[in-house]
């Protein structure tokens, strides 16, 4: 448990100091790894067993679509999970414009907003993250929660601290999801203005 603890506690580091140790045992191992695999591929060849690369030993988009449906109709995968795998196949085809939360249904916070407001809002709507509008109406940033839960009493009711606020990444309607992923997690946010082709924010992913 130790050694996974101190990688979930700081993975960037454990990875800077393990990685010469790991790459040191992938070469001491790896002919040793090729001399079994030499062995067990002849086994199978004496049975009369072609062996196969498991790297080529791959399904497509649809079968995996099939393999999804079939589970369903046997009754391996209730509706939510069904729905849960389902979408994770649809990712890749989606655009952002199919998943945005759209802007009048979004729930808010003014950049004068204290941390008593934003506890509030959180109790009342079960959200974690809201996007923070500036003075004419537009997308500044948006704040987590847990950045303001530990407030000193005495900030607690004044306005949030700009330090608290996190940058908004800026995606197109068009624009595919898995590349919508990638410039967000380029940016560390976990939310994004989206822009139709006049520049217009017409909502959030």
């Known amino acids: ?82 729905e849960l795998v389902s979408g994770a ?3 890749q085809g989606g655009t952002v414009a199919q998943v945005l939360l759209p802007r009048d249904s979004l729930v808010t916070i003014e950049a004068e907003a204290t941390p008593i407001d934003i506890e509030l809002a959180c109790a009342q709507t079960g959200y974690s993250r809201f996007p923070v509008r500036d003075a004419v109406g537009d997308f500044s940033g948006y704040l987590h929660i847990k950045d303001v839960l530990e407030t000193d009493l005495d900030r607690r009711s004044l306005p949030i601290a700009d330090k608290w606020l996190r940058p908004l990444s800026t995606v197109a309607t068009e624009t595919g999801l898995y590349e919508a992923l990638r410039v967000m997690q380029a940016r560390g946010s976990h939310m994004a203005r989206v822009a139709d082709g006049n520049g217009g924010v017409v909502g959030v992913v």
């Open 89 to 91: 196949l649809d990712f």
């Open 1 to 82: 448990m130790v050694p996974k603890n101190i990688a979930l506690a700081s993975p960037d580091k454990a990875s800077l100091i393990l990685g010469p140790f790991m790459l040191g045992v992938v070469f001491l191992l790896k002919p040793l790894v090729v001399a079994l695999n030499f062995i067990a591929n002849m086994c199978l060849k004496l049975m009369k067993i072609e062996p196969k690369d498991e790297v080529a030993s791959t399904y497509s988009h649809d079968e995996v679509a099939g393999l999804v449906e079939e589970s369903r109709r046997e009754g391996l995968l209730d509706d939510d999970e069904y």
